[in-house]
């Protein structure tokens, strides 16, 4: 089992629809929790970050953690073309000097017009 | 805002020959990264640092070395470079502050191609 596991899609939602992104991680002791979007040829760029059990909301993205099933996700309300990305979970490994993340191998969201 | 700048956009270098890859990050971040970058198989982590000359092994270190000479500077030297580690190298930069909420940012990356 992977440590970070996401559907590599592309998932493809119309314009102005709810696209909705999954990730789910296998270390039980795991407590941040990240997306990342990356448009091809760029660096990752952070869009969320989520430490606590519920939702979380920043504008247009809401990211919902459970701790419990171990299920982290991103919701993109109002989808634009501009959203159009591949999304990277992250999640956090904690050790003496500090925390490394490990990342899923992303999610291709497609936004069409 | 946060900047972290890589050396090269774009390297084209020749079977065993040594290649020096540099990160400078502007924040007075701790902590750095290198990650490389993989079609299908995402970022891996190759080397991290949590202090200057202070080094530790990622997920996938071998034919990979790292120097931290200073703070805000952080290297990926492969010592022979092989046709295997043609990929898109990544540098990240964080700040610890003691728990664990800490974020993670990236440069532009550097695209390695070994003939």
């Known amino acids: 089992q992977k440590e970070v596991e996401q559907n590599s899609g592309p998932l493809s939602v119309p314009e102005g629809a709810i696209a909705s992104l999954n990730c789910t991680y296998s270390?039980?002791?795991?407590?941040?929790f990240f997306w990342y979007r990356q448009y091809s040829g760029k660096s990752p760029e952070l869009i969320m970050s989520i430490y606590s059990n519920g939702d979380k909301e920043d504008g247009r993205f809401t990211a919902q953690l459970n701790k419990a099933s171990q299920y982290v996700s991103l919701l993109i309300r109002d989808s634009q073309p501009s959203d159009s990305a591949t999304y990277l979970c992250?999640?956090?490994?904690?050790?003496?000097?500090?925390?490394?993340?490990?990342f899923g191998t992303g999610t291709q969201l497609k936004v069409e017009l | 805002d946060v900047k972290v700048t890589q050396s090269s956009r774009y390297l084209v270098k020749r079977t065993g020959e040594k290649v020096f890859l540099e990160c400078v990050q502007d924040m007075d971040h701790e902590n750095m990264f290198w990650y490389r970058q993989d079609p299908g198989l995402g970022l891996r982590l190759i080397y991290f640092?949590?202090?200057?000359?202070?080094?530790e092994k990622g997920d996938i270190p071998e034919g990979y070395s790292v120097s931290r000479e200073k703070k805000e500077r952080f290297s990926l030297i492969l010592e022979s470079a092989s046709t295997n580690q043609t990929s898109m190298y990544l540098c990240?930069?964080?700040?610890?502050?003691?728990?664990?909420?800490?974020?993670?940012?990236f440069g532009p990356g550097t695209r390695l191609l070994v003939l």
């Open positions: 992250a999640v956090n490994r904690h050790t003496g000097g500090g925390n490394k993340l490990t």
């Open positions: 640092s949590y202090d200057v000359k202070m080094k």
């Open positions: 270390d039980r002791v795991s407590q941040s």
């Open positions: 990240a930069s964080s700040s610890w502050t003691g728990g664990y909420q800490e974020t993670q940012y």
